[in-house]
């Protein structure tokens, strides 16, 4: 998938998501362990599905897209009512991860 596909797909997935109510750490915790990943290693198409998972849930969730280097990156972003907001990242485990560490992880990027 190109760049600038992928981001029209998330600016739209954002925007829909924007009228749900944000969810508590816990009821993420439960979406990502019941999450049955799809046959990819890609983020995009990871985090993109994912997200498809927590608006049928009824979750607001945030496609992130960090610009690295040479290419781009995607996490899932949520903003909890009790933890305030976190990541996941599926490329690298079923794991929910604080917008800090996000942040360190991928070189500062906000």
């Known amino acids: 998938m190109n ?3 992928f ?3 998330a600016v739209m ?14 009821d993420v915790q439960k979406l990502v362990d019941n999450y049955n990943e799809i046959d990819s290693r890609v983020c995009a198409d990871l985090t993109l599905d994912l997200n ?7 979750m607001e969730s945030k496609i992130v ?3 690295l280097r040479e290419n781009y990156h995607t996490v ?5 009512t009790d933890k305030g907001k976190v990541c996941v990242d599926l490329t690298r485990s079923k ?10 992880r991928y070189g500062g990027v906000k």
């Open 65 to 67: 897209l960090i610009k």
């Open 76 to 80: 899932l972003s949520f903003n909890t």
């Open 3 to 5: 760049a600038l596909l």
């Open 13 to 26: 997935l954002n925007f829909c998501s924007s009228a749900l109510p944000s969810p508590n750490y816990d």
């Open 95 to 104: 794991q929910i991860y604080s917008r800090d560490d996000i942040m360190n």
């Open 52 to 58: 498809r998972e927590a608006i049928s849930h009824g």
């Open 7 to 9: 981001i029209s797909i």
